[in-house]
């Protein structure tokens, strides 16, 4: 008889700006990797990690800061089946942001959304 | 309690290795099990065999080594993370032409997929960075 | 839900953030800069004061020494613990969530 597969709700928590570190690349990798094991993911993007959203990234090597953009990979994650991707709605308005300035299809919550979305979760991973 | 660990910064740089060090010490005192310690970001650098520091304070690397000797414990150096910051074992440093290695004992080096498993054989996953 | 938080209220939001999302039942646990949150007397007491109402605080207390801080210094009703008691609080709770 098959061991019945265990299926966790995974979150990963982005609260950091891309490129002044490296938490919003690697955490994205962790994710990538992470697909490969068929768990119940959401990403969720609050303060300076719904940044990492942003479209219109270059980093261009000639004449930018000569590092990899890896915004696109947001898009990607849906062929991966990472498709649970939330934004906190106060940080974006803190931010004059909106959904047109980001990269990427997400939801936007209110704070007892994510309090609520957050309680539903088996892991946290913050980075 | 299973207990899955992740330090996410270097040695003596944060204090994120020196609590996620004590909280795993407590955790074996109480009797749990930790099912894995797995360092990713600069975290990997807590596995550096090259690290000589003051003789008068803790010994981050190798209080590591002895608590992985003395229990052993699953000390995972996350491969991606550690081959952007120079941390490689033989076999690495191998694989990668490179003329040295610097992973200390009690550790191993693997891919990010130990730390998705950590998370879920674990009945908790504690987080230590910055 | 046990929330951690590490980091000085007065150097990151950390603990700001991490209040917006805490629920009934919910316990917060301050430590290594964190602890800073729970002294009296600074500008974030009345928020600690006023969380207290609803969610459990928690103060690691090895961190508060080594920072120069004694118990007495600590907000009345922020349980202190020790590195023991970390490890019960996690047990204890269904899941941890780190506000780095």
New interface residues.
């Given amino acids: 008889m098959d061991e019945q597969e265990?299926i966790?709700k995974?979150l990963y928590?982005n609260?950091k700006a891309p490129y002044g570190t490296?938490?919003a690349l690697?955490s994205l990798?962790?994710v990538l990797?992470?697909a490969?094991?068929d768990?119940d993911v959401s990403l969720a993007f609050?303060?300076d990690g719904v940044y990492q959203l942003k479209n219109n990234q270059q980093t261009s090597v000639t004449s930018g800061i000569g590092m990899k953009d890896f915004s696109k990979t947001y898009r990607a994650l849906e062929d991966y089946d990472v498709e649970k991707l939330y934004v906190d709605k106060?940080s974006m308005e803190e931010r004059g942001l909106t959904k047109d300035d980001l990269i990427v299809n997400v939801e936007i919550l209110e704070?007892a959304q994510?309090?609520e979305m957050?309680?539903q979760?088996?892991?946290?991973?913050?980075? | 309690m299973k207990f899955g660990i992740l330090v996410n910064e270097g040695p003596y740089q944060h204090q994120a290795s020196d609590s996620a060090y004590q909280f795993t010490k407590a955790a074996l005192e109480k009797g749990h099990e930790i099912y894995r310690v797995f360092f990713y970001h600069d975290g990997v650098n807590n596995a550096s065999r090259l690290t000589v520091p003051p003789q008068d304070d803790r010994h981050i690397v190798n209080r590591w080594s002895e608590l992985s000797k003395a229990h052993n414990l699953d000390l995972v150096v996350c491969i991606a993370a550690a081959q952007r910051r120079g941390m490689l074992d033989e076999n690495e440093a191998k694989r990668q032409g490179k003329d040295s290695n610097n992973l200390a004992e009690g550790f191993r080096i693997s891919g990010l997929g130990q730390l998705i498993e950590a998370g879920i054989q674990s009945e908790r996953l504690i987080v230590f960075g910055d | 839900m046990l929330h951690t938080i590490n980091k000085s209220p007065f150097e990151a939001n950390s603990l700001e953030t991490c209040l917006r999302f805490v629920r009934a039942g919910h316990s917060v646990l301050l430590f290594e800069d964190g602890i800073y949150g729970a002294l009296k007397g600074t500008r974030f007491e009345s928020l600690i004061t006023n969380s207290l109402k609803s969610y459990k605080f928690y103060v690691l207390t090895p961190d508060i020494e080594a920072r120069g801080m004694r118990t007495e210094n600590v907000i009345d009703g922020i349980e202190p613990v020790d590195y023991a008691g970390f490890v019960d609080l996690a047990a204890n709770n269904e899941r941890v969530q780190a506000w780095l």
């Fill in positions: 265990v966790k995974f928590v609260r490296i938490y690697e990798e962790v990797i992470g490969a094991f768990q609050i303060d106060k704070d994510m309090a957050m309680e979760q088996d892991v946290v991973l913050s980075f």
